[in-house]
């Protein structure tokens, strides 16, 4: 990764991402959180890069990194909840702030198989639940 350049803007997670998601871990370029919706495991990577909107905003090593940190999420959940499908996105409409969506569905979840975005109003987990999706995912991080 580049050396960060100290008159450059310092990176703040975007307050929408912040007040939806739970930390989980910080990986090499991006911070890794938790969807605050129970109805379908989903995990979010925002890059620590001030700015950054699009992914062509990274230099190439940092659009490689992404990508290396997009699979091991994937996998995660692939490890953790065994999905039906694994969907990836990067929209960007509401949030500009480039992010990466992660999401497990399944064949019998609420909105399958229609895209999860506003299907249906989020359902926040319960705090032990919650608290144990992101243990689990940590431990997995770690094995």
Known sequence: MAAADPAAPA???DERIAADSHPVESLTLCELRLMDDAQ?????LVP????????IDLDPALRVQLGAETDQAAR???RLVAPDK???ASLG???EQLHVHVVARFVADAAWPAPVWGRLPMQPYARDARDSMVSRLRALLDA
Do not use: D, K, Q, T
């Not at 379908?40 to 979010?44: A, G, I, N, S, T």
């Not at 620590?48 to 992914?55: F, M, W, Y």
């Open 93 to 95: 409409n509401v949030v």
């Open 86 to 88: 694994l969907n990836v």
């Open 11 to 13: 990176f703040a997670l």
């Open 76 to 78: 995660l959940l692939r």
């Open 48 to 55: 620590r890069i001030a700015g950054a909107r699009e992914l």
């Open 40 to 44: 379908y495991p989903w995990l979010v």
